[in-house]
């Protein structure tokens, strides 16, 4: 069964920016409402891509440099990088065939 890689400032590069597989960053926090609300997708999303994805989660309030690196203003957003580069910017809770949508264009 996979989980959501738990993404830190620590390894945010090695696991996003060096990854070999095209990764999905959801930025939230625990206080906010609509981030719980899309968690299940998130989580949908690590089993439906597991081996062709990495699907992560970084938790804005414990990891404030890679959010301000990327000027995250509201959570959720989900970033999508692949080859190291930032390809795409979901801001706001959305729904599954909309995230798979914009992930499906980056893996190959």
Request: with cysteine; charged share 25%.
């Amino acid at each position: 069964m996979s989980q959501p890689l738990h993404i830190t400032d620590e390894n945010f590069e090695s696991e996003v920016l060096n990854s070999d597989k095209p990764v999905l960053v959801d930025f939230w926090a625990t206080w906010c409402g609509p981030c719980r609300m899309i968690a299940p997708i998130i989580e949908d999303l690590a089993k439906d891509y597991e081996g062709k994805a990495v699907i992560g989660k970084l938790d804005v309030d414990n990891n404030q440099l890679a959010a301000e690196k990327f000027g995250i203003r509201s959570i959720p957003t989900i970033l999508i990088f692949k080859g190291g580069q930032l390809v795409d910017t979901i801001i706001g809770a959305v729904g599954k065939p909309y995230i798979t949508e914009r992930l499906e264009a980056h893996v190959n």
